[in-house]
């Protein structure tokens, strides 16, 4: 395997970041049964967020950026938004390598916790970031479906508390 950098954002990554953002949100839009509709245009709206503290991007010395990790600052506390890696260099380390980078620049700035809010049908994604030391709920968002019928219990649900929820 080539080696893998993680290194600051900068403005020539824009292309690859955009389409890494494109995927990203193809992917939820797809766990939700939602048409595409974002050709990576919530990118721009991104990038001018005024509580964004870093952005940093894998570097594969072969393939060029493949992933990308940011850090949105709320207070003395951080929250990972994005982190993605292209589907062709997944379960190689690179989310984990991000990961470690942002977890680090946060303690550089002596935040006091980082969270990350992963969709809930992604269970691959929640099952990695726990592996990573994501191992604490601190909150919980929950949906009342006002479009579908009446909620299958029995698909796609998640215990909490001995409650049952859909995901």
Partial sequence: MSPVTVRSYR???????RQLWSE????????YGVPDQDGGEGFEEYL?????GGLWVADHA??????????????????VE???????HRHKGVGRK?????ANEARRRNMT??????????????????????????SIELTLDLKSAAPDRQHDSLELHELQFRS
């Fill in 24 to 31: 990203l949100t193809n992917q939820h839009n797809q766990m």
């Fill in 48 to 52: 001018t967020r005024l509580d964004l």
């Fill in 113 to 138: 916790s980082l969270t990350i809010s992963p969709e809930s049908r992604n269970v691959e994604a929640i099952r990695s970031l726990h592996a990573a030391g994501y191992d604490v709920v601190s």
């Fill in 82 to 88: 994005p982190i993605v890696v292209t589907i062709s």
């Fill in 98 to 102: 991000l990961l470690r980078h942002v």
């Fill in 62 to 79: 072969d393939d060029g950026v493949i992933g990308l990790v940011g850090l949105v600052i709320h207070g003395q506390a951080g929250e």
């Fill in 11 to 17: 403005p020539s990554d824009h292309s690859a970041g």
